[in-house]
DNA sequence: ACAAAAGTGTTAAGCGTACACCCATGT
DNA sequence: ACATGGGTGTACGCTTAACACTTTTGT
């Protein structure tokens, strides 16, 4: 939007951090990558991310990478795992882009990183620095820059262990108005096992926060189905008095 | 490879570990605290931690400063969380006993914090570096260097979600022999809140891992309690079960 | 009429919770 | 004998899991 500080901004070339955006698409558990595909000669896939500045916290650097390299903003990210073995830059190819990249002469890097989750029609944009943007589905990775394959790896067990304390984030991966099947489905990538539908339908209601809206779906060819929505302000009264236990 | 034969560590100014070590003591939830006594004039208490080596890992720094800091070995130490705001080393004093402990100029430090349960009855050694290591009950914590009172609030809300994922980290807390009323207390004080005798009892034997000995407690002045023991094989056996779903 | 997915209820088993008394030991 | 903590069983409510048929819509 506009300019960026970058004259002022000082990087911190010994701490990065990377962001794993998975999101539901065509019945897949995906992850945003970015393609490398500049000038210079190197190719491949790596996650959103790059090194911090100088003055700006953890969270602060995690929100700035994710709308720089993809534009989306508002996405909750959640430090998950930090990964500093020497070894993860040791690949010749890999180091040579990132000093390129940067501009820096660059050494052992540390990265901590953090997790999101996104609804999948959100678009993303094509910046200068990546020429675009991809969803591949987490089973179906080429091998990735730096340790790019172990962080998804380790994601993806956070985010079906973070799923039990904050169910909301379910809906961060699902349109605003959703029918019990997708939402069903996307429980079932998440945990990755068929759920019963009769129960799923009684869970769902037991739940409080998920309510029905008066809008069908339309054009397909059998019974239509009812769309649903998350109302955050009875989410939040429910979860708010289990935490005062 | 070629620089694999240094004999020389060199310290890595830019990231640190820090190692939050828990206990019971005397009913209390404790964490290892070294005192800052040595000849520079910066008094306090802080967690032990330090400066990673540029050869090392994280996980591996973790066990050494670990071990230099307090002799203790063979503790699993757990990676739980990191801190990066740069206003964490801004406090002169702070600063001030760092360089001096380093003989580096510090800036900017990012530290990856880890976390360990311990047998309250273990001796830590004193050494060199910190004159003395202090169990410190949690809720009785002075004011500590940089940021670490909010890294121990931290670990233990970490340790409470953890307990659920990895049962067998409790015993850590708890010597190879002990009474059922032990490990309720130890249980009571995790999740700091009172649990009932009887239900307890029944939960125990439902896990199946805790099995009775012949030995029974000596000398009190009451009717005696059996001694248990945690049986890591049927450990095992029943988690490796439940993970392969 | 047929294909395709939506929607709906009951039963049984397991789990958590609440609750009160007798037992063994040292003084 | 008394004080102290150890050890035991039952009943209720809630949650989970298994399971099959009718409804609606488009072609």
New binding site residues.
Partial sequence: METQDIHVEILYPHVSVDCVLLSVVEDKLCVLLAELTRENDVKGFKLPGSLIYETENLDQAASRILKESTGLTRIPLKQFQSFGDPARTTNKDDVHWLENASKLKVGRIVTVAYLALCKARKRTNTNERYNTAHWIPVDELPRLLFDHNDIIKAAVQAVRRWVDVEPKIVFDYLPSKF???ELRRTYEIIYDKKL????F???MN?FGYIVPTNE???????????FYRFDPAKYKKIYSKLSNN
Wanted: charged content about 35%; overall charge positive.
């Fill in positions: 029918t019990v099947t019963d539908v009769r129960n339908h009684k869970k037991s069908m779906e339309e054009g397909v060819p059998h019974r239509s189905a009812r």
